[in-house]
């Protein structure tokens, strides 16, 4: 069975623009989530879907934001970038809609913003 | 959601057991115990999860106490594969009607000598 599968892997930007990252979960698997994971911070929850549903939100700004699909596949959406976005985006899925099914992560998009 | 403690690092050598504890004070009823893997710009990897007593897998232990304000993970035998960031998380079940994030810590950096 593929794993979590996560394009780009690696992305420049320039402060002031957008990034789209997508993530394909393991099929089957309905929920997605997205970390943020930097030096400083460590890995921070960013968001998580469930059929398509946004069910729970960390602490980010609103150019933070999501969305899934009917087929699962997953994109985040970071508008207007800083300098302080530059991190690893971290997608991964589950098979349930709890915390106690196994979440299987991607390898991860590595942004950086100039 | 329960907050975690472990300690930062630890050294050890090849062949060796080891043992990383995780305290976790204000663990809730239906929390459960989870620990995941991680090596340099890679996601993390479920390794093991339990509730209460013992578990045990291919690659590890887990033990908890019975008042469960601490878990202990055991590694048997490490490699030197085995360096890696470990972390210990503590999260619920709410099943349908909701999920919370799996909330990292600052996790344990393992460094395996030979």
């Known amino acids: 069975k593929a794993g979590v599968t996560q394009t780009p892997r690696y992305l420049i930007k320039t402060r002031g623009q957008q990034v789209t990252l997508s993530c394909s979960p393991i099929?089957?698997?309905?929920?997605v989530s997205w970390y943020q994971q930097t030096p400083g911070q460590g890995l921070q929850f960013l968001f998580e879907?469930?059929?398509?549903?946004?069910?729970n939100k960390g602490n980010f700004p609103g150019r933070f934001s999501g969305r899934q699909f009917s087929n699962s596949r997953s994109e985040m959406n970071v508008s207007t970038l800083e300098l302080g976005d530059s991190a690893l985006y971290l997608c991964?899925?589950?098979?349930?809609?709890?915390?106690?099914?196994?979440?299987?992560f991607g390898p991860g998009t590595r942004l950086t913003v100039t | 959601l329960a907050k975690t403690t472990q300690p930062i690092s630890m050294d050890s050598y090849e062949g060796q057991e080891v043992n990383i504890t995780c305290s976790h004070n204000?663990?809730?009823?239906?929390?459960?115990i989870t620990w995941y893997q991680q090596f340099p710009s890679q996601g993390p990897r479920f390794i093991i999860q339990?509730?209460?007593t013992k578990v045990t897998n291919e690659v590890a232990s887990l033990f908890i106490p019975a008042d469960r304000k601490s878990s202990t993970l055991s590694l048997p035998r490490v490699s030197l594969s085995d360096t890696a960031v470990y972390y210990c998380?503590?999260?619920?079940?709410?099943?349908?009607?909701?999920?919370?994030?799996?909330?990292f810590g600052s996790g344990t950096r393992l460094q395996v000598q030979p």
């Open positions: 991964a899925s589950s098979s349930g809609p709890d915390g106690t099914y196994e979440q299987y």
């Open positions: 879907y469930f059929s398509e549903t946004q069910r």
């Open positions: 204000n663990i809730a009823t239906n929390d459960y």
């Open positions: 339990g509730y209460k």
């Open positions: 099929s089957g698997h309905r929920s």
């Open positions: 998380l503590v999260g619920d079940m709410l099943g349908a009607t909701g999920r919370r994030a799996l909330t």
